[in-house]
C-alpha cells in the first residue's frame, strides 16, 4: 500500500517562503506523476504543480498560474520525496496543501487522475 507523508507547512508573513515535503512509501516506481493541490475553506480542491518522472525521459513539470514564478516544484527520488519551494507567499495562497501520486505517469491538472493522496498540511499567510 502506498503512503505519502507531507511535511513543512506553518503560518508565514506575506513575502515568505516555505517547503512543503512529500514522501511516498510501499513499492517502487518505474514511472510516477506527483502533484500538488490546495484547498482553501469554502472552495473546490485546485490544481497547484506536478512533476512527472519516468526513467527514459527528462521530468515534466507543470504550474497552475498561480503558483508560476513564485513556486518550484523538484524531486529526490532517492528519498522517495517531491518537494514544493514556495516563496513570495500571499494571503490568497493560504489553504491545505495536499500532495498526490499517479503511479501511471500520465496524470495531468485534474484530481481524478491521482491514486493516492497524502493527509495534507496547512499554510497559513497572514496580511
Known amino acids: 500500500q502506498v503512503q505519502l507523508v507531507e511535511s513543512g507547512g506553518g503560518l508565514v508573513q506575506a513575502g515568505g517562503s516555505l517547503r512543503l515535503s512529500c514522501t511516498a512509501s510501499?513499492?517502487?516506481?518505474?514511472?510516477?506523476?506527483m502533484g500538488w493541490f490546495r484547498q482553501a475553506p469554502g472552495k473546490e480542491r485546485e490544481f497547484v504543480a506536478s512533476?512527472?518522472?519516468?526513467?527514459?525521459?527528462?521530468?515534466?513539470?507543470y504550474y497552475a498560474d498561480s503558483a508560476e514564478g513564485r513556486f518550484t516544484v523538484s524531486r529526490d527520488n532517492a528519498m522517495n520525496t517531491v518537494y514544493l519551494q514556495m516563496n513570495s507567499l500571499k494571503p490568497e495562497d493560504t489553504a491545505v496543501y495536499f500532495c498526490?501520486?499517479?503511479?501511471?505517469?500520465?496524470?495531468?491538472?485534474?484530481?481524478?487522475?491521482?491514486?493516492?493522496w497524502g493527509q495534507g498540511t496547512q499554510v497559513t499567510v497572514s496580511s
Open positions: 498526490a501520486l499517479d503511479t501511471e505517469g500520465t496524470a495531468t491538472i485534474s484530481s481524478k487522475e491521482y491514486d493516492y
Open positions: 510501499g513499492r517502487a516506481f518505474n514511472s510516477y506523476v
Open positions: 512533476i512527472s518522472w519516468n526513467m527514459y525521459s527528462s521530468d515534466s513539470i
